[in-house]
Structure formats: C-alpha cells, structure tokens
C-alpha cells in the first residue's frame, strides 16, 4: 500500500486546508469484480512481477478458543496470501493465523507488502493485551506478529510486534495491540500498531523501534487507532487513523511523520479510514470503511484528493471495503466485502 512525481507537503498542506468541500463522485466509473470467493479480504499489493496479491484473515477453525474482547473466538490455519495472475486466482500461501467470531469476522493477515521477489511482508494482528495471546495456547504467539513469506510459499515469523508493545509500551496508553499496515523499505518495515497507537520500524535483523505515537484519549476524545502507512512523493511517511469509537464523522486524520519529528496532521475531517495509497500524479486515494454520524451505518467510500487539494468521490456504496492500491495499467483495485467468510471480492474501479 503504498511515487514518483514530487510535490511541496507544506503547500499541498495548505492547498488542502482551503479546500474542503467535497466535490460530486466521478461519473462513469466502471466497477469489475477481478477476484472473489475470499475468507475477510484484507491488505493488497502487486508483486514485482506484476501479479495482484490479497491476504485473506480467514476463517478461524475449531480451536483452541479463547475469550476476547467479550466473546469466544477459536484458531484455525485458515489466513492465506492469495495471487491473481494471468486470470488466474490461487493461494500461494496458506495455513497463516487467524481467529474468527461465531459470525466468521476473522482476525489474522491484515496487510502485505513486497520487497522484491520472493519478499513478502505481512502484518499478522491480534487486538488487545499481549499477554491474552496465551489464551490461545502454543499458536497464540504467532498472533501480533510481522511474518514473511518466501518464493513458493514457507512463511516464519520475524518480529514479535506485540512483545515489544508489552515491554516498552512508546505510546503510553494502555497495553494494547493489532499490528496492521506495514510497508516494506530497504532496510527496515515499517509498521502501524493500531491498538498501540504507534508506527514501528522492525529492522531487517527483527529489532523493534518506535518512530511516532499518535494522539490518543485522554489527549482526544477518541483513540487514533492508526492503519495504513504509505510513503508520499516527498520521502514522508502518511499514516491514516480509523479513529475510535464512537467512529464519529470527521473524527479521522491523515499524519505526515518524518522520522525524528513529532506527526503532523496533513488531512482531516474523514470517518473511519482504513487504507490510503498515493497515485502517480501525487493524488491521494482515501478508503472510508464506512460513512454516517458515529459507528458504521453507512457504506464505504474512495475518495481522491487531488495535488490542488479537491476532494472528489471516486466509488461509493462500498461493503466493508479495507484496502486500496493503484494498479500499473492505472486502474484503482479495492478489497471489498472485507469481514466475511466466502464471499469476499476484489474491485477494479476505472474512474
């Protein structure tokens, strides 16, 4: 998730603060569904040969369960790295961690990105206190990880993202964790902890550090709760927020962090963003999970921003939608349908 033409963050920065309206969604978007049959769809990214990858939270299985976050959910082997190429959609991973509800919502990969061939990264989440994982038994201490997946499909763990919340705990609040988004750069992964409220940079030997923490309560109403991280045309690091509840409209932010400098909000008044991805010509694609007051009422919503700042509707009526990437042949592919088992899809949306 996550070009080429540079442009001034300071001016586009205040470019954007003088244009708030919202401008009409484009007209004539065609929408094509290019991968379906997916368990929770999450994260999305190309491969550098070209192929459309997803990660799939799965399904859960039959165990072991353990009570989280007010209800029994149960491990299964069931997470997946899954690939469309030449028309064809196949797992080329499989047998990842993932916990799941009565209801099939899953928790397991949450993002992906590449590092060349045969280097992928996944972010493997968990949400909550670390020290809950042991309710799962032995496979507990795969969740709240950072994992990667070699050419032809073995995985191994890399960095234990929840430990390092649990022992330094950068962001103050309480213990939580659910490592999210991560981009993977030469040298380094950069990653979100969204129950931790902090971006993490896991070096290439697995050691963990914290570069930002974003504001959280008591210091605002709502937590930040920050998913995605894109590198911007400027060398910056962009860090999107869902916000917490109640999830209120206009709650959320976009930050610019530069590492070494405390985070600065770049774009405000969203609801709930799950994924943001930079285009070509320095427009920043905004994935609203939902839209409406406070929860999750409403559909979700891509949202341009163009380098003048103009905000235009690219696509509503999304399901649940949770990840965003521009294609090479310039179209926009969104994970649609993202917490339910079977019938999870993939969206090409040419504007």
Known sequence: MHTTDQFPARVLLALVLMTIAVAPAAAGATITVVMSELDNPRGLAFGPEGALYVVEAGRGGSGPCAFLRGETRCYGPTGALTRLWRGTQERVATGLPSYANAGGEATGPHDVSFLGRGGAYISIGFGGDPAARAGFGSVGA??????????????????????????????????DSNPYGVLARPGARIVTDAGANTLLRVAANGDISAIAAFPSRPARPTDSVPTAVAMGPDGAYYVSELSGVPFADGAASIYRVVPGAPPEVFLSGF????????????????????????????????????????????????????????????????????????????????P
Do not use: C, M
């Open 142 to 175: 795969l969740f709240g990880t950072l994992i990667h997946v070699a050419a032809g499909g073995p995985w191994r763990v890399v960095a234990d993202v929840s430990a390092y919340e649990a022992a330094e705990n950068p962001g103050g609040g309480a213990i």
């Open 271 to 350: 609801k709930t963003i799950i994924d943001l991805e930079f285009g070509p010509d320095g427009s920043l694609y905004v994935l609203q999970y939902a839209t409406g007051p406070v929860f999750f009422p409403g559909p979700g919503v891509l949202i341009r921003v163009a380098p003048d700042g103009t905000r235009t509707v690219v696509a509503g009526g999304l399901t649940f939608p949770t990840s965003v990437v521009v294609g090479p042949d310039g179209g926009i592919y969104v994970s649609n349908r993202g917490i339910f088992v079977g019938t999870g899809e993939v969206l090409r949306i040419e």
